[in-house]
T-cell receptor
């Protein structure tokens, strides 16, 4: 369970706060993903980076801002969130050269509560 | 667009018995990959089993096996000799290299309870 790590594991923030979620993968992968997991809903893909370039942006509100400084690290910057943004945010990675055939490896997630 | 449907929000099984979780999907692609992921309470989502659509043989991993029916677009997961540690949310997922290879389509999940 240490291949993909996420910090913090839990976060409570007010709607006017700015915070960042961090993901790090130790698998030598080239693709990284942010997902939102809400209760009783399928996982929603938010962003995908491949070789540090954003390749998917799934109509996510601008109050979520991703950053991928290198292939091992992925951030999700949060600002002026809404209560409906409360969810589990999952990071994942995959090998990268042929993503459609690859298994994704997930981090433990950050449980976010917006008050 | 591809869809993945898990029609059982919850399932329950007695320890040591067998349980089957259902998954159906819709696609027009011929080349794709199917996955079952397990998410224990407050723990990491991990891969249980993976099936390549071009393979007719059903994938197996120890006590976990799938029944892959390509024509019916069905991909069920069978857990044999259920253990307490199998209690988790199980997600069926679809991935294709042809239609946005980075996108994985997930089902809504099935929560499995294991009774001692």
């Amino acid at each position: 369970e240490t291949g993909v790590t996420q910090t913090p594991r839990h976060l409570v923030m007010g709607m006017t706060n700015k915070k960042s979620l961090k993901c790090e993968q130790h698998l030598g992968h080239n693709a990284m993903y942010w997902y939102k997991q809400s209760a009783k809903k399928p996982l929603e893909l938010m962003f995908v980076y491949s070789l540090e370039e954003r390749v998917e942006n799934n109509s996510v509100p601008s109050r979520f801002s991703p950053e991928c400084p290198n292939s091992s690290h992925l951030f999700l910057h949060l600002h002026t969130l809404q209560p409906e943004d409360s969810a589990l945010y999952l990071c994942a990675s995959s090998q990268g050269p042929d993503p459609g055939r690859e298994t994704q490896y997930f981090g433990p997630g950050t449980r976010l509560l917006v008050l | 667009a591809q869809t993945v449907t898990q029609s059982q929000p919850e399932m329950s099984v007695q320890e040591a018995e067998t349980v089957t979780l259902s998954c159906t999907y819709d696609t027009s692609e011929s080349d794709y990959y199917l996955f079952w992921y397990k998410q224990p309470p407050s723990r990491q989502m991990i891969l249980v089993i993976r099936q390549e659509a071009y393979k007719q043989q059903n994938a197996t991993e120890n006590r976990f096996s799938v029944n892959f029916q390509k024509a019916a677009k069905s991909f069920s997961l069978k857990i044999s000799d259920s253990q307490l540690g199998d209690a988790a949310m199980y997600f069926c997922a679809y991935r294709s290299p042809n239609t946005g290879g980075f996108k994985t389509i997930f089902g809504a999940g099935t929560r499995l309870f294991v009774k001692a």
